[in-house]
């Protein structure tokens, strides 16, 4: 049987998991609120229904010092009980298990009574926490230990506790924020001391019939972090208090090391988890960028864990686990680890959903409901086959609507097929496959090479228009920008020639991406393979040194680039909050000129004259690529420019995505408008 190892049963002795696939705890920001948690009882139960086997919830804080933000997600007492046995009652409904994250932020807290090991200030927080006193101490280990028990009177088959990402835990494990000088500071065996008492009250308190998940660190990717002997040696006190399992946490929220963006490559970190198991006896879940089946079922059989934890990918396909048990693999929708609808949303304090998969967090809001009758469905032409005509067209066609799906290009994909091109955005591929494999399953016509005018929509006597035609790239006035020298971003995506001397136009996200684009040295391997990222980032996976940072690798870049934007200040501050700085990192460790406060002044075969701060200068380059934003195309339908439908008589018209609005666009609205406006039929 395909994938036998991730679908086998795990037997804990005590109870058993239907399967090896683990939904990673995900803060989803429902988790704060009483009054989202039939919300998030709905979000839970869709994934249960798909058949993960052991569910992990966002975290939840056993006290006020706990909290992540004001207010955060708590388990302190029996008036909490009926909000938590929503989510247990509709998980076990449908078959699955499921774990509470306790999670104490120590410093990491965005509110005033943070606490930590000692008085230190994280970088990302910017409320100084208190040091815990030896009786402050004493009081977290009871509230764990309360939380727990708590837990399991909700209903909670177990709990993970949160010891890694640099959180509380984290905080008394290592040297860099730990510098007490009694018990709970100085050796590793002083150190482990807090996270050692917290497992065994939780054990006392639960007895020996209760999953007990440690979230351990295995990498920390900061200075001051543990050593792998060090982390060996906390495991196996953890073990012998009485974990159940260990699940693989990797790198601390404030490291400069991504760990998770499209651009880390798949399973990069699975060693760890590897080496983990070869030192405990307990299962060990591997964990961070695994998001297909193919990926987890070869770790598995690697040995490089009995479990894979998946968090992102669950948000982006609910019925992941399902579509692999029946074969249907090429129907999953993919997470392409962009986090621009999840991780991004919830460090903007709104609510996660996922940006191939609108409906996630919104199960009970965003409702496909099939045609009443055969005789109730409506004629349907969407024209443009982008990421919203995609979303439109098979949202509509799955709810039984007759879907005829057109584009003017070759292939369905739109802007993605340019994305795709981008290095370490190779996996936005997975949405195209995925979208077609559900034209397929739902039967859209599909009409390719066919550019669409009103003529054609006449005689198809639609009931329904849904104009997805997107953009046109935006041509700044700049004297010579007609010359030979210079190239839109699609010319450079489709492989135009490109001088060694460039300069970039516009420093938004696809500024970004052409940038990182023109980094690339053609015969390079793409995606990048595993050692190679590592080098460039500064990782080493033996973790020699504390924290396994090691000096990066730099190689020569293969041209000189400046990247250059009208607005003063930095570049990139509109890109996501967890991916920006990984792409502004790039840049700048790849030699590239970032300029703000720019006004552009001509072009000629010297190159490109700019003014900053009243001084002109010409940057003699042999290219100039506009990447200076875009706007709508709406050629096909004037009058249906704006965003809701024209009633003329006709068919109705819907104007989503690119070509509803150029400005704020990006493939979250359009595949959202999609679904929405498909929904709504
Ligand atoms: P489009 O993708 O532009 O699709 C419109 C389609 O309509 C095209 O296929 C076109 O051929 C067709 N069409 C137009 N007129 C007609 C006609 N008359 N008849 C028939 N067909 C017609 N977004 C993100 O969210 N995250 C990212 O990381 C990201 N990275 C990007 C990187 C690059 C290099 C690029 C270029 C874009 C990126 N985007 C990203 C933007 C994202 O791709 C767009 O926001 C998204 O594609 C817009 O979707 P859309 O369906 O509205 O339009
Ligand atoms: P964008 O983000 O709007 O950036 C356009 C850039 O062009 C800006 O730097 C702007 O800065 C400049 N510009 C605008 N008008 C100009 C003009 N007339 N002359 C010169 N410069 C001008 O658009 P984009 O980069 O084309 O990206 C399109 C969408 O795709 C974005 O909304 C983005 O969200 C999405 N995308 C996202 C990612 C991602 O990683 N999340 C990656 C790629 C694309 P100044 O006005 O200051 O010069
Ligand atoms: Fe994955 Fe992006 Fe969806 Fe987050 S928003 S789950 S990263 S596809």
């Known amino acids: 049987m395909p994938y036998q190892r991730l679908l086998a049963e795990l037997d804990l002795g005590f109870t058993r998991l239907r399967n090896r696939v683990v939904m990673g705890s995900m803060h989803t920001g429902m988790e704060d609120r009483f009054w989202h948690y039939p919300k998030l009882a709905a979000y839970f139960r869709e994934r249960a229904r798909g058949g993960v086997g052991l569910i992990i919830t966002g975290g939840i804080s056993p ?90 009177r909700a209903g909670y088959d177990g709990i993970e506790i949160m010891g890694s990402e640099g959180y509380l835990l984290n905080q008394f494990l290592c040297p860099r924020t730990n510098k007490r000088t009694d018990d709970y500071g100085g050796s590793i065996g002083n150190r482990l001391r807090l996270a050692r008492e917290i497992v065994e009250r939780v054990r006392a308190a639960c007895g020996e019939r209760f999953i007990v998940v440690y979230r351990l660190s295995l990498i920390d990717l900061v200075e001051g972090g543990n050593t792998w002997d060090e982390t060996v040696q906390v495991a196996k006190a953890l073990e012998a208090a009485g974990v159940t399992m260990f699940n693989t946490g990797i790198g601390w929220h404030e490291a400069r090391v991504p760990t998770i963006v499209t651009s880390v490559p798949r399973a990069a970190f699975a060693e760890l988890s590897a080496r983990l198991k070869a030192a405990v006896k307990v299962p060990v879940i591997v964990s961070n960028r695994i998001n297909t089946p193919e990926v987890a079922e070869a770790l598995l059989e690697q040995g490089a864990g009995d479990l894979v934890s998946m968090a992102r990918p669950l948000l982006a396909d609910p019925e992941f686990v399902v579509k692999t048990a029946e074969g249907r693999t090429h129907e999953i929708n993919t997470c392409i680890a962009c986090n621009q609808a999840c991780l991004d949303h919830t460090f903007k304090n709104q609510r996660a959903s996922c940006l191939v ?172 393979p595993r050692d190679t990222w590592l080098d460039e980032w500064g990782v080493d996976l033996a973790v020699r040194e504390r924290g396994g940072l090691k000096a990066p690798v730099t190689p020569q870049p293969p041209r000189d680039i400046w990247l250059l934007q009208r607005k003063a200040g930095k570049l990139g501050m509109g890109l996501g909050k967890t991916s920006g700085w990984v792409h502004r990192a790039t840049l700048a460790r790849n030699g590239v000129k970032m300029l703000g406060g720019v006004s ?55 104007v989503i995505g690119g070509a509803k609005l150029a400005g704020e666009l990006d493939a979250k609205r359009a595949i959202r408008e999609g679904a929405e406006v498909a929904a709504a039929l």
């Open 357 to 528: 998969n609108p409906r996630a967090g919104r199960e009970t809001e965003l409702v496909y409901r099939p045609v009443a009758s055969p005789q109730a469905a409506r004629s349907v032409a969407v024209v443009g086959a982008g990421p919203a005509g995609l979303s439109a067209a098979t949202v509509a066609a799955a709810r039984g609507h007759r879907v005829t799906l057109f584009d003017a290009g070759a292939s369905i994909g739109g802007q993605f097929n340019l994305a795709m091109r981008v290095p370490g955005k190779e996996e936005f591929s997975e949405t195209i496959r995925y979208f077609q494999s559900q034209l397929q399953r739902h039967q859209v016509d599909v009409r390719l090479d066919t550019r669409v005018d009103a003529a054609l929509l006449a005689a198809g006597a639609y009931d329904d228009v849904i104009v997805a035609t997107g953009i046109v790239p935006r041509r700044p006035a700049i004297s010579g920008i007609e010359g030979p020298n210079v190239l839109s971003y699609v010319d450079v995506l489709r492989g135009a020639p490109v001088g060694r001397r460039v300069a970039v136009i516009g420093a938004g996200g696809i500024g970004f991406d052409v940038s990182e684009f023109l980094l690339h040295r053609p015969g390079e391997p793409l995606p990048t």
């Open 63 to 152: 006290n006020r010092e706990g909290w992540l933000l004001p207010f955060g997600g708590t388990l302190n007492s029996v008036f909490d009980l009926r909000n938590h046995r929503q989510l247990t009652e509709a998980v076990h409904a449908e078959g699955g298990k499921i774990a509470l994250q306790i999670l104490h932020a120590g410093r990491y807290g965005y509110q005033p009574f943070v606490v930590s090991a000692s008085a230190l200030k994280s970088p990302i927080s910017k409320f100084k926490p208190r040091a815990l006193s030896v009786a402050g101490i004493a009081k977290t280990v009871r509230h764990y230990a309360r939380c727990a028990r708590l837990a399991q």
């Open 600 to 654: 552009y002044r001509e072009i000629s075969a010297r190159g490109l004259k700019i003014e900053r701060d009243g001084v002109e200068e010409w940057l003699e380059v042999d290219t100039i690529v506009v990447c200076a934003g875009q706007d709508s195309l709406r050629d096909l339908h004037p009058v249906a420019a704006e965003h809701v439908a024209v009633q003329t008589g006709g068919p109705r018209y819907h």
